[in-house]
């Protein structure tokens, strides 16, 4: 049952620890796409019912106003109930196991409730957590692995964020060292020029500025975007020499030549000697 969600060629089943982090990316696009996003944070959350009056209708501290905020409590609850079975029906096709034997007497919950549940069970922290964001890169270390060095270098960049966002940053030197050791023989004057780069600049308190990652990685696009568009304009040129015919009938002005007797200075134009 799809409770009239959109996205759903996005979903990712959660089957625990090892992929809670794309399930969540999953979930969380999905949920913002359909407009429930703001029940899975807590920002939106089931009405209240308004305060029923402790006098009677026809006493004069009545307050007329009840009605009118009962209309609203019921509006605004049957509102909240359609985005609350979308939730759920996201919950049931997203989860590995039924909602209810995961999350327990949560399913009857708030989606919050039920969301910091999963993310206490499943979100991966520590040192755990370092490891999978570096997983890849630990396998794959070299930018011959990659289809591209500048894809080695957005990879290199995203495990970057990524451990930053979770409060998790590594110093720069670890990424600068994976980065240039990784590209290989075929780059080893360009690591020489970004090691060089910055040895006569330095902070304000005189030491010597180390190259950031960030201007490094740019360098090396720059450079790659730049021998592209040599190697593009190469093949053009050698294109256009292979197609070029040879002449085969000699100079046009050895051919005017061939007319006129070569004794004597002949023209000054065609070398004719008849006339001058």
């Given at each position: 049952?799809?409770h009239?969600?959109?996205?759903?060629?996005?979903?990712?089943k959660?089957?625990?620890?090892e992929?809670?982090?794309?399930?969540?990316?999953?979930t969380?696009?999905?949920?913002?796409?359909?407009?429930?996003?703001?029940?899975?944070?807590?920002?939106?959350?089931?009405?209240?019912?308004?305060?029923?009056?402790?006098?009677?209708?026809?006493d004069?501290?009545?307050?007329p106003?009840?009605?009118?905020?009962?209309?609203?409590?019921?509006?605004?609850?049957?509102?909240?109930n359609?985005?609350?079975?979308?939730?759920?029906?996201?919950?049931?096709m997203t989860?590995?196991?039924?909602p209810?034997?995961?999350?327990?007497?949560?399913?009857?919950?708030?989606?919050?409730?039920?969301?910091d549940?999963l993310k206490?069970?499943?979100?991966?922290?520590?040192?755990?957590?370092?490891?999978?964001?570096?997983?890849?890169?630990?396998?794959?270390q070299?930018?011959?692995?990659?289809?591209?060095?500048?894809e080695?270098?957005?990879?290199?960049?995203?495990?970057?964020?990524?451990?930053?966002?979770?409060?998790?940053?590594?110093?720069?030197?670890?990424?600068?060292?994976?980065?240039?050791?990784?590209?290989?023989?075929?780059?080893?004057?360009?690591v020489?020029?970004?090691?060089?780069l910055n040895?006569?600049q330095?902070?304000?308190?005189?030491?010597?500025?180390?190259?950031?990652?960030?201007?490094?990685?740019?360098?090396?696009?720059?450079?790659?975007?730049?021998?592209?568009?040599?190697n593009?304009?190469?093949?053009?040129k050698?294109?256009?020499?292979?197609?070029?015919?040879p002449?085969?009938?000699g100079?046009?002005?050895?051919?005017?030549?061939e007319?006129?007797?070569?004794?004597?200075?002949g023209?000054?134009?065609?070398?004719?000697?008849?006339?001058?």
């Amino acid at each position: 049952m799809s409770h009239s969600l959109q996205g759903l060629g996005q979903i990712v089943k959660l089957k625990g620890a090892e992929n809670y982090e794309a399930w969540y990316k999953s979930t969380r696009a999905i949920a913002c796409l359909n407009g429930v996003w703001e029940l899975f944070t807590g920002e939106t959350v089931k009405p209240t019912l308004p305060a029923k009056p402790t006098v009677p209708v026809d006493d004069p501290k009545y307050d007329p106003k009840y009605k009118d905020w009962q209309d609203l409590y019921e509006q605004k609850l049957d509102k909240y109930n359609t985005k609350y079975g979308r939730t759920l029906g996201l919950l049931e096709m997203t989860l590995e196991e039924a909602p209810k034997d995961q999350l327990g007497e949560l399913i009857l919950e708030s989606p919050k409730e039920q969301m910091d549940f999963l993310k206490q069970k499943y979100e991966v922290t520590g040192y755990t957590a370092v490891y999978q964001a570096l997983g890849k890169i630990w396998k794959n270390q070299t930018a011959k692995d990659y289809s591209t060095p500048i894809e080695f270098a957005n990879k290199i960049k995203k495990a970057k964020a990524k451990l930053k966002d979770m409060n998790k940053p590594l110093p720069d030197f670890f990424w600068m060292w994976i980065f240039l050791h990784g590209l290989g023989n075929g780059y080893v004057s360009f690591v020489t020029q970004m090691l060089n780069l910055n040895l006569n600049q330095k902070d304000t308190e005189g030491k010597v500025k180390n190259p950031e990652l960030d201007e490094v990685i740019n360098q090396l696009i720059q450079q790659e975007l730049h021998s592209a568009v040599i190697n593009t304009k190469d093949a053009v040129k050698g294109m256009k020499m292979d197609n070029k015919r040879p002449d085969t009938g000699g100079l046009k002005s050895d051919k005017k030549k061939e007319k006129g007797d070569t004794k004597g200075d002949g023209c000054y134009t065609c070398g004719y000697i008849n006339h001058q």
